[in-house]
Protein backbone atom coordinates (compact mmCIF):
# COMPACT_ATOMS: atom_id res chain seq x y z
CA UNK A 1 0.00 0.00 0.00
CA UNK A 2 1.42 3.62 -0.91
CA UNK A 3 1.24 6.36 0.92
CA UNK A 4 2.23 10.08 0.40
CA UNK A 5 3.34 12.62 3.58
CA UNK A 6 3.10 16.18 3.15
CA UNK A 7 2.84 19.36 4.58
CA UNK A 8 -0.17 20.97 3.85
CA UNK A 9 -0.05 23.81 0.70
CA UNK A 10 -2.31 26.29 0.02
CA UNK A 11 -3.84 26.00 -3.48
CA UNK A 12 -1.00 22.78 -3.88
CA UNK A 13 1.16 22.83 -7.04
CA UNK A 14 0.68 19.51 -9.71
CA UNK A 15 3.82 18.16 -7.89
CA UNK A 16 1.80 17.17 -5.07
CA UNK A 17 -1.73 16.29 -6.63
CA UNK A 18 0.41 13.85 -9.02
CA UNK A 19 1.70 12.66 -5.75
CA UNK A 20 -1.63 11.87 -3.72
CA UNK A 21 -2.85 10.57 -7.18
CA UNK A 22 -0.04 7.79 -6.99
CA UNK A 23 -1.00 7.08 -4.04
CA UNK A 24 -3.66 4.84 -1.59
CA UNK A 25 -3.30 6.83 0.90
CA UNK A 26 -2.65 10.73 2.05
CA UNK A 27 -1.39 11.90 5.20
CA UNK A 28 -1.15 15.48 6.07
CA UNK A 29 1.88 16.46 8.03
CA UNK A 30 -0.04 19.24 9.99
CA UNK A 31 2.42 18.00 13.10
CA UNK A 32 5.66 19.25 12.05
CA UNK A 33 7.04 23.03 11.96
CA UNK A 34 5.43 25.69 9.75
CA UNK A 35 7.70 26.89 7.65
CA UNK A 36 8.06 30.93 7.06
CA UNK A 37 8.33 31.60 3.41
CA UNK A 38 6.70 28.04 2.90
CA UNK A 39 4.25 26.80 0.44
CA UNK A 40 1.70 26.44 3.43
CA UNK A 41 0.28 29.82 3.09
CA UNK A 42 0.86 30.64 -0.46
CA UNK A 43 1.35 29.72 -3.88
CA UNK A 44 1.13 31.07 -7.57
CA UNK A 45 -1.21 31.22 -10.32
CA UNK A 46 -0.79 32.43 -13.97
CA UNK A 47 -0.78 36.40 -14.17
CA UNK A 48 -0.88 38.54 -17.08
CA UNK A 49 2.53 39.04 -17.41
CA UNK A 50 4.02 37.18 -14.35
CA UNK A 51 2.84 34.56 -12.19
CA UNK A 52 0.90 36.26 -9.46
CA UNK A 53 1.94 34.88 -5.61
CA UNK A 54 -1.06 34.63 -3.25
CA UNK A 55 0.10 34.44 0.08
CA UNK A 56 -2.77 33.90 3.36
CA UNK A 57 -1.20 36.22 6.00
CA UNK A 58 -0.60 34.71 9.45
CA UNK A 59 0.05 36.11 13.11
CA UNK A 60 3.67 36.10 14.23
CA UNK A 61 3.38 33.41 16.79
CA UNK A 62 7.03 31.43 17.32
CA UNK A 63 9.39 29.79 15.19
CA UNK A 64 8.64 27.13 16.68
CA UNK A 65 5.01 27.16 16.18
CA UNK A 66 3.54 23.69 14.16
CA UNK A 67 1.45 24.04 11.05
CA UNK A 68 -1.61 22.53 12.41
CA UNK A 69 -1.28 25.80 15.56
CA UNK A 70 -0.43 28.59 13.08
CA UNK A 71 -3.40 30.97 12.92
CA UNK A 72 -4.86 33.31 9.95
CA UNK A 73 -4.27 37.29 10.30
CA UNK A 74 -8.19 38.04 9.14
CA UNK A 75 -6.98 41.70 10.03
CA UNK A 76 -6.23 41.76 6.42
CA UNK A 77 -8.54 41.33 3.99
CA UNK A 78 -7.11 38.49 1.90
CA UNK A 79 -10.12 36.54 0.97
CA UNK A 80 -11.43 39.45 -1.21
CA UNK A 81 -7.91 40.20 -2.48
CA UNK A 82 -7.37 36.32 -3.08
CA UNK A 83 -11.07 35.80 -4.57
CA UNK A 84 -10.76 39.19 -6.98
CA UNK A 85 -7.34 37.94 -8.65
CA UNK A 86 -8.24 34.79 -9.31
CA UNK A 87 -12.16 35.95 -10.69
CA UNK A 88 -11.94 38.60 -12.33
CA UNK A 89 -7.62 39.45 -12.94
CA UNK A 90 -6.19 35.41 -13.49
CA UNK A 91 -8.99 33.54 -14.89
CA UNK A 92 -12.00 35.14 -15.45
CA UNK A 93 -11.54 34.04 -19.44
CA UNK A 94 -10.19 30.93 -18.29
CA UNK A 95 -12.28 27.47 -20.26
CA UNK A 96 -13.73 26.25 -17.40
CA UNK A 97 -13.88 28.80 -15.19
CA UNK A 98 -17.57 29.17 -14.85
CA UNK A 99 -17.41 25.74 -14.24
CA UNK A 100 -15.56 25.42 -10.78
CA UNK A 101 -16.48 29.72 -9.85
CA UNK A 102 -19.06 28.76 -7.57
CA UNK A 103 -16.94 26.19 -5.79
CA UNK A 104 -13.96 28.81 -5.53
CA UNK A 105 -16.37 31.29 -4.27
CA UNK A 106 -17.69 29.20 -1.50
CA UNK A 107 -14.11 28.53 -0.38
CA UNK A 108 -13.74 32.52 0.14
CA UNK A 109 -17.05 33.24 2.17
CA UNK A 110 -15.52 31.08 5.40
CA UNK A 111 -13.74 32.66 7.47
CA UNK A 112 -10.79 30.82 8.07
CA UNK A 113 -8.92 30.57 11.37
CA UNK A 114 -6.40 27.94 11.00
CA UNK A 115 -3.56 27.86 7.77
CA UNK A 116 -4.06 23.86 8.00
CA UNK A 117 -7.70 23.93 7.45
CA UNK A 118 -7.52 26.43 4.97
CA UNK A 119 -4.67 24.93 2.51
CA UNK A 120 -6.69 21.08 3.15
CA UNK A 121 -9.72 22.88 1.85
CA UNK A 122 -8.03 24.24 -1.38
CA UNK A 123 -6.54 20.33 -1.78
CA UNK A 124 -9.63 18.47 -1.06
CA UNK A 125 -11.36 21.41 -3.59
CA UNK A 126 -8.70 20.62 -6.74
CA UNK A 127 -8.93 16.67 -5.73
CA UNK A 128 -12.58 16.86 -6.49
CA UNK A 129 -11.83 18.87 -9.43
CA UNK A 130 -9.03 16.15 -10.82
CA UNK A 131 -11.52 13.39 -9.81
CA UNK A 132 -8.96 11.50 -7.56
CA UNK A 133 -10.67 9.74 -4.77
CA UNK A 134 -7.30 9.13 -2.53
CA UNK A 135 -8.76 8.80 1.15
CA UNK A 136 -7.09 11.90 3.28
CA UNK A 137 -5.67 11.72 6.91
CA UNK A 138 -4.28 14.75 8.90
CA UNK A 139 -1.09 13.01 11.28
CA UNK A 140 -2.87 14.94 13.81
CA UNK A 141 -5.61 13.14 13.84
CA UNK A 142 -3.23 9.63 14.14
CA UNK A 143 -1.62 10.16 17.42
CA UNK A 144 1.49 12.10 18.91
CA UNK A 145 4.09 9.63 17.47
CA UNK A 146 7.73 10.30 18.53
CA UNK A 147 10.83 10.75 15.97
CA UNK A 148 11.68 13.28 13.38
CA UNK A 149 11.95 13.41 9.93
CA UNK A 150 12.35 9.60 8.77
CA UNK A 151 11.61 8.28 11.68
CA UNK A 152 8.28 10.13 12.04
CA UNK A 153 7.02 9.35 8.54
CA UNK A 154 8.11 5.58 9.45
CA UNK A 155 5.99 5.77 12.18
CA UNK A 156 3.30 6.86 10.19
CA UNK A 157 3.41 4.59 7.34
CA UNK A 158 3.34 1.83 9.70
CA UNK A 159 0.01 3.18 11.49
CA UNK A 160 -1.63 3.41 8.52
CA UNK A 161 -0.54 0.09 7.29
CA UNK A 162 1.56 1.16 4.58
CA UNK A 163 4.30 -0.47 3.07
CA UNK A 164 5.42 2.43 0.18
CA UNK A 165 6.29 5.65 1.00
CA UNK A 166 5.82 7.79 -2.32
CA UNK A 167 8.39 10.47 -2.07
CA UNK A 168 9.39 13.86 -4.33
CA UNK A 169 13.12 13.52 -5.14
CA UNK A 170 13.89 16.91 -3.30
CA UNK A 171 13.66 14.31 -0.28
CA UNK A 172 16.85 12.57 -1.49
CA UNK A 173 18.88 14.46 0.85
CA UNK A 174 16.92 13.96 4.17
CA UNK A 175 15.20 10.75 3.88
CA UNK A 176 17.06 7.82 5.55
CA UNK A 177 16.24 4.72 3.73
CA UNK A 178 17.82 2.19 6.20
CA UNK A 179 15.28 3.30 9.20
CA UNK A 180 12.38 3.53 6.83
CA UNK A 181 13.49 -0.65 5.63
CA UNK A 182 13.82 -1.06 9.76
CA UNK A 183 9.75 -0.12 9.87
CA UNK A 184 9.52 -2.28 6.27
CA UNK A 185 8.89 0.79 4.15
CA UNK A 186 10.48 1.19 0.98
CA UNK A 187 10.71 4.55 -0.78
CA UNK A 188 9.21 4.78 -4.45
CA UNK A 189 10.52 7.87 -6.05
CA UNK A 190 7.80 10.03 -7.26
CA UNK A 191 10.22 11.51 -10.45
CA UNK A 192 7.11 14.22 -11.07
CA UNK A 193 7.18 14.92 -14.95
CA UNK A 194 5.36 18.45 -15.40
CA UNK A 195 2.53 18.39 -18.08
CA UNK A 196 2.30 21.28 -20.64
CA UNK A 197 -0.65 22.77 -21.64
CA UNK A 198 -2.61 25.60 -22.90
CA UNK A 199 -2.48 28.53 -20.74
CA UNK A 200 -5.30 30.71 -21.67
CA UNK A 201 -3.70 33.56 -20.81
CA UNK A 202 -0.35 32.72 -22.72
CA UNK A 203 0.64 32.55 -25.86
CA UNK A 204 1.97 29.37 -27.78
CA UNK A 205 5.13 28.43 -26.57
CA UNK A 206 5.30 30.77 -23.34
CA UNK A 207 4.18 28.23 -21.13
CA UNK A 208 4.46 28.91 -17.42
CA UNK A 209 4.99 25.55 -14.87
CA UNK A 210 5.24 25.24 -11.34
CA UNK A 211 1.73 27.19 -10.24
CA UNK A 212 -1.23 25.71 -8.51
CA UNK A 213 -2.77 22.91 -10.21
CA UNK A 214 -5.78 25.13 -9.78
CA UNK A 215 -4.47 26.53 -13.20
CA UNK A 216 -4.72 23.36 -14.86
CA UNK A 217 -8.05 22.64 -13.42
CA UNK A 218 -9.36 26.16 -15.18
CA UNK A 219 -7.81 25.16 -18.42
CA UNK A 220 -8.17 21.80 -18.83
CA UNK A 221 -11.59 20.99 -17.05
CA UNK A 222 -12.73 17.52 -16.61
CA UNK A 223 -9.54 16.40 -18.89
CA UNK A 224 -6.94 17.75 -16.55
CA UNK A 225 -6.62 14.23 -14.57
CA UNK A 226 -5.71 12.71 -18.10
CA UNK A 227 -3.37 15.80 -19.04
CA UNK A 228 -1.29 14.62 -15.57
CA UNK A 229 -1.49 11.10 -15.82
CA UNK A 230 -0.12 11.46 -19.46
CA UNK A 231 2.68 12.98 -18.27
CA UNK A 232 3.39 10.82 -16.02
CA UNK A 233 3.48 8.26 -18.85
CA UNK A 234 6.47 8.90 -19.92
CA UNK A 235 8.24 7.73 -16.73
Known sequence: MRVAIHQPHYLPWLGLIDKIDRCDHYVVLDTVQFERRGWQNRNYVVGRAEPVLLTVP????????????????????????????????????????????????RLYE?????????????????LRGFGIT?????????????????????????????????????????????????????????????????????????FVPRLSALDLLLNAGPDALRVLRQARAHD
Open 134 to 206: TPLLRASEIGDLPGTKSELLARICARTGADTLVSGSGAKDYLDAEILRDHGVRIEWQDFRHPVYRQHSRAHGD
Open 58 to 105: VTQGHRTDRILDKYIDNTHKWRRKHHTALAEHCYRNAPYWDDYAEEIA
Open 110 to 126: NEWKRVADLAIATTRLL
